[in-house]
């Protein structure tokens, strides 16, 4: 899998994490004391990159939380249906279907036939994240 762990007392607001096999950018991130039978705590909320679901977790600050490795690649559009919009990674030559539910309206509306996206690649699933 595309994840390595890290400290979640080490994790930042705009970082990302995998809650729930889910990954998702952090929006908050709440450190709490040391009280007197435990260890210091870290509430971290987040919303997911391709649901847009609002998770959060609470755990020990020295415990292990997996965070998503990102690949991001430029794709140029080739053709596009009213349900999917067909790309071509400009690297690699791959060419793949992306549905057009997961993409942003704003995004949806800026895109034609050979115009260039941000594509990236999260855990196995690909997102449109901006035009070039």
Avoid at 2 to 12: M, N, T, Y
Avoid at 34 to 40: D, N, T, V, Y
Avoid at 57 to 64: A, L, T
């Amino acid at each position: 899998m595309s994840r390595r762990p890290v400290d979640a007392g080490s994790l930042k607001t705009g970082s990302f994490i995998v809650i729930n096999e889910e990954p998702c950018r952090i929006v908050e991130v709440e450190k709490s004391k040391p009280g007197k039978h435990g260890s210091a705590k870290v509430r971290i909320t987040a919303l997911g990159i391709f649901d847009g679901v609002k998770r959060s977790i609470v755990v020990p600050v020295d415990q292990k939380v997996d965070v998503p490795i990102i690949e991001k690649s430029v794709a140029q559009v080739i053709s596009m249906t009213p349900t999917t919009i067909q790309l071509m990674d400009l690297s690699t030559y791959n060419v793949y279907e992306i549905v057009k539910d997961t993409v942003e309206p704003e995004i949806v509306e800026k895109l034609t036939v050979g115009s260039e996206v941000e594509v990236w690649e999260i855990l196995g699933r690909k997102k449109v994240m901006r035009t070039r």
